[in-house]
């Protein structure tokens, strides 16, 4: 029961006026309740499933790597009259993308758990997910669909394609370089509670005061 200043009398969970109002207000945690379970069960279907879909992309990555290691490198190389030692930039691009997608399905478990409640570093986390998450894609996307332009396996190349190759090279070593910055970053703020990127942010707010 609660009394305003002007001696109106309620019940503050149903907000009626004071009467019979015991059955209204379990009623109303009951409903209160059947809600917040819902949306719980929402929010867990929601990260379940981009953790299921990273480790469906980690385990086609995999597969993608033994074949590129198995076979693919060979057969590059003979195609294209190249050292296997000049195609080499490539196991390491794949090993980093089946390594990041370990890594990125686990955050998802996070920041489940880390919730919404604790926002400043929620919205930390987010910011990070999404610069390595970013990363790992143009790298994936790098390795899996531009690979077949400048190395493809239905014709040799010539010198224009060659100096494509050249280019591709060195952007794919970048990405992978990259992209391993971006997780090694998150993999160290998320084990240290985001606590030294929250502090990081909260003095450069200060100093710009």
Known sequence: MYACRCGYQFFWLCLKKKGPCIDSCNRYEEKKEVKEAKKLVQRYTHYFEIWASNEKSRQKAFKDLNEMRDEGLKELSELHNLPETELGF????????????????W????????????KT??????????EAEAGLERLHHCVEKELLGPLGYTKKLDYTEYKNFELF??????????????????????????????????????KGK
Do not use: H, M
Not at 179 to 203: C, H, I, M, W
């Open 90 to 105: 490539i196991i390491p691009a794949w090993q980093q993308i089946v390594e990041c997608r370990r890594v990125l399905k």
């Open 107 to 118: 955050t998802y478990a996070y920041g489940f758990y880390l919730g919404e409640k604790e």
């Open 121 to 130: 570093e929620f919205q930390i986390f987010e910011y990070l997910q999404g």
């Open 169 to 206: 090279r060195s952007k794919l070593i970048d990405l992978t370089k990259v992209t391993g910055n971006y997780f090694e970053n998150l993999v160290t703020a998320l084990g240290n509670g985001l606590k030294d990127v929250k502090n990081s942010k909260e003095s450069k707010r200060k």
